[in-house]
């Protein structure tokens, strides 16, 4: 079975300072990877994904994540935030195995102070 | 752009109540989910669905069944509510096949009191 471990629930940021949120799976054959971001009182919105070739993931909003298979990591980077990136951020897998199901992690709050 | 609407942004109900919460899409996806999510917990998946009158468990079905009578269709039902089911509750379509991953609705939290 897939899971998805993102170690930080809180992630507190000045404005334009870099932001990294680290997402962590466990699973046995080949992944599709997403990260979602969640504003206040919204649905999520798909941020990027990676299902297959380079490794380096462009989203919106100026974010990137990096597939790293033999650390099975896929963590999320914005080089400098807004303000208007306070928001939640939930990493997800799927796998063949899983069709389209997608896992979630438990999701990191971003607070940007300006 | 693919829409998913959920019926309410807000519901209060009472304990033992029958409650039912709609998901419409409108772009023709033949996947459709239904998650609850909670602080920590991020999003759980309850019931989902690859196609009419289709229906799987996901990880936390218990007390929750859901019906797929019409493709843009998925409603979730709570038989009988319970304080513990108060939470904020998230639709989702995909289309078949296809790992574009999901187009969520705006959810619906519940409040059981």
């Known amino acids: 079975a897939q899971s998805v471990t993102q170690l930080d629930s809180q992630v507190p940021v000045f404005e334009e300072a870099p932001v990294e949120l680290r997402c962590n799976y466990s699973?046995?054959?080949?992944?599709?990877l997403f990260w979602y971001v969640q504003y206040p009182n919204q649905g999520l919105q798909l941020l990027l994904k990676y299902l297959s070739g380079s490794t380096l993931v462009k989203g919106i909003n100026g974010f990137e994540a990096e597939f790293n298979k033999s650390q099975t990591s896929f963590h999320l980077r914005k080089p400098s935030v807004h303000i208007s990136d306070t928001a939640e951020y939930f990493c997800a897998v799927s796998d063949q195995a899983a069709g389209n199901k997608l896992t979630f992690g438990g999701g990191t709050r971003v607070l940007v102070k300006p | 752009d693919v829409k998913v609407t959920q019926s309410s942004r807000y519901l209060v109900k009472r304990t033992g109540e029958k409650v039912f919460l709609e998901c419409v899409q409108d772009m023709d996806h033949e996947n459709m989910f239904w998650y609850r999510q909670d602080p920590g917990l991020g999003l759980r998946l309850i019931y989902f669905?690859?196609?009419?009158?289709?229906?799987e468990k996901g990880d936390i079905p218990e007390g929750y069944s859901v019906s797929r009578e019409k493709k843009e269709r998925f409603s979730l039902i709570l038989e009988s509510a319970s304080t513990n089911q108060t939470s904020m509750y998230l639709c989702a379509s995909s289309s078949g096949g296809r790992l574009d991953g999901y187009t969520f609705g705006s959810g619906t939290r519940l409040t059981v009191v």
């Open positions: 669905s690859y196609d009419v009158k289709m229906k």
């Open positions: 699973s046995s054959v080949s992944v599709y």
